[in-house]
C-alpha cells in the first residue's frame, strides 16, 4: 500500500521512520508534505519518500493510495475533503477535528460518494475494540481519566477551566470533569484521543472525561471505563513522555499496526 504523510513533525517522522523500518507491514512512504518545507525535507532524506511541494502533488499522484494526516485540526478541515474527493483514504490523527459535526458531516459525505474511506487509529486510547463491542451491545455509561505529569502538558502551567495552576503544588488536582462535547468544542486539538473514545463508543455527549495534573507521576496515564448490561471493562495504559514529544508513543504504534493491518492480507481484531 502506498501512502504519503501530511504534517513532518515529532509524531509525523517517527511515523515515516517506522514505515521505512518495516513496521507498518507492506506500507510504502511515497511523498511527504509539510507547510515547512524543511520538514518535509528531513522525512523525505531520511525515508527516501519525495518531497510534495503542494497539496496536489498527493491529490495527483495516481500511485497514492492512502493519505496519512498527522498535522493540526486545521489540515483535516482544509484538506480532509480534497484528499477524499481525489479518491483517496484517509487516516486521521487529529480526531477532535470530527466533533466539529457540519466537518463529520461533509467529511462523510464525500467519503460515500468517492467509495473511499476514513480512519482513525486508536492513537493513545488502549481498549478500543472494547469499547467498539460495547456499542453494539449497548453501551450505558463510559468515562475516561487523563491523569498527566506536569511537564506533558503546557496547558497545564496557565490559567485552566478557571483554576490557577499552582507549579510548586505536589498533589494531584482536578482541571476538568465534563462531557467530551463540553470539552472538545473549547479545545478540540488537545483530546484527540478522547475524542476517538467518543466516536467509537457512546458518541460525544453521554462520554465523561476528567482531567487531572498528577506530579507524582513519570508516565501519563489513561483510564478507561465502559460499561453495558452484561458486562464492562476498565483498560490502563500509561505512554512515556519527553519533552521533544508532546504525544505518548503509544500513537504512533497504533498508527503503524493500523497502517500494517490496512496493507496485508489479515487483520486480527475489530
Known sequence: MNVSIIGCGKIGMLISDGIKRGEAGETTLISAFDRHADR????AARTRA???????????????????????ITAVRELGPRILHAGKDLLILSSGALLLRPLLKNLLSVARQRGVKIYVPSGAAAGMDAIKAGRVSGLTSVSVELRKTPGSWKEFMKDF??????????????????????????????????????????????????????????????RIHAVTKSWEVLVESRNDWSAKILEGTLTVSSVLSKLRDLSGPLEVGS
Do not use: C, H, W, Y
Open 40 to 43: 518535509a525535507a528531513l522525512v
Open 50 to 72: 519525495q518531497v510534495a511541494t503542494s497539496i496536489q502533488d498527493i491529490l495527483r499522484n495516481p500511485r497514492v493510495e492512502l493519505v496519512v494526516e498527522a498535522a493540526s
Open 161 to 222: 477551566g478557571g483554576k490557577k495552576i499552582d507549579r510548586g503544588r505536589r498533589q494531584p488536582i482536578t482541571l476538568v470533569e465534563s462531557k467530551v462535547d463540553e470539552l472538545v468544542s473549547s479545545s478540540p486539538g488537545m483530546f484527540n484521543s478522547v475524542a476517538a473514545i467518543s466516536l467509537a463508543g457512546a458518541g460525544p455527549i453521554k462520554t465523561a472525561v476528567r482531567v487531572v495534573r498528577d506530579p507524582s507521576l513519570a508516565r501519563n496515564v489513561t
